[in-house]
């Protein structure tokens, strides 16, 4: 008898929150085939090859390098000749640096990483979510920094850093401009809907694809900051009230990725504590959400996915 799979993409699947997630799915009855890409497959072997997988799961990795618009084509085009269908993508890979390094395609580290080229990696694979719909998702792993201070403060002509650089801001900007896409995102999606057959005989509309934007909270064990001097760590990892563990923020990642209460949802913002929130009045801004979309679509090459201004 042929076991039918759920299939889930999970970036930064190796350590901190994704390794995490990845655990918790693997407890679950539900028979998932989990794809780990990642940045070094030979370097994280070890650490998948300690996961016990249950015989209903399958669990293979490959590379994809986020710093690359295309390695993401790569990884899209592997994952198109195992003829498999996609349910769940879950966005969860994130950097932050303290000093300016770039991408091979020329812009700042953590702008193309968290951003550009998760955009690129979700648009490419949408039209499989859309096929095995309703009910699949895409989930953003965000940040609640996203919302703090003013933004986004990112110049067109300083993608690169090159003007000036605070690690920092180009984080809490990655995060506010992949959330004002996500939610651009959710409208688009919001018409690609079928009719099923609900309670009593009644048909629905269901969506064929949900988008969630999760805060996982701030857990200062993960390898997000490992770009920073080793006497920062652990202040943040001793001193700062609310942290969270990496178990706690798995949690809130596998039950965005699944949980019914968000299924057929608009804009859905998840904060740490797996509740439905209102993320920052910011990330709200439809002209930002519309600029941010139609920038992005520039930059990697999808200049017909932009916004219809008609």
């Avoid at 042929?2 to 350590?15: E, H, W």
């Avoid at 991408?103 to 949408?126: G, K, M, V």
């Avoid at 609900?198 to 770009?227: A, H, M, Q």
């Avoid at 968000?262 to 998840?270: F, H, I, T």
Wanted: proline share 4%; glycine share 8%.
């Amino acid at each position: 008898m042929t076991i039918k799979r759920k299939v889930i993409i999970l970036t930064g699947g190796n350590s901190g929150l994704g390794y995490e997630a990845l655990k918790q799915f693997l407890t679950h009855q539900t028979p998932y085939h989990i794809i780990l890409p990642v940045r070094n497959p030979t370097s994280a072997q070890p650490t998948f090859s300690e996961l016990e997988v249950p015989k209903q799961h399958i669990v293979e990795s490959t590379k994809l390098d986020l710093a690359s618009f295309d390695s993401v084509w790569t990884f899209v085009s592997w994952f198109l000749q195992k003829g498999l269908r996609l349910h769940i993508l879950i966005l969860n890979a994130g950097v932050v640096f303290t000093e300016l390094g770039k991408t091979a395609d020329d812009y700042e580290r953590t702008f193309q990483i968290n951003h550009l080229s998760t955009f690129l990696l979700a648009q490419l694979l949408l039209p499989h979510l859309l096929i095995s719909g309703p009910g699949s998702r895409i989930v953003f792993v965000n940040s609640a920094l996203a919302g703090r201070g003013e933004g986004p403060k990112l110049e067109v002509d300083n993608l690169d850093g090159s003007k000036k650089y605070d690690g920092m801001l180009f984080y809490r900007n990655s995060k506010l401009i992949q959330m004002l896409c996500a939610y651009h995102l959710d409208k688009i999606l919001e018409k690609e809907v079928v009719k099923v057959q609900g309670e009593g005989g009644k048909i629905e509309e269901k969506r064929k694809v949900t988008v969630v934007t999760l805060d996982p909270g701030f857990v200062p064990s993960t390898n997000l900051y490992r770009g920073y001097h080793w006497f920062l760590k652990f202040l943040m990892r001793s001193f700062v009230p609310f942290t969270r563990t990496p178990q706690q923020g798995g949690t809130v990642i596998v039950k965005s990725s699944i949980s019914p209460t968000l299924e057929n949802r608009n804009a859905s913002w998840v904060n740490e504590y797996c509740g439905i929130a209102r993320s920052s009045d910011e990330s709200y801004d439809e002209e930002k959400q519309q600029y941010w979309w139609d920038l992005t679509c520039d930059i990697v090459g999808l200049k017909d996915k932009k916004s219809d201004h008609s």
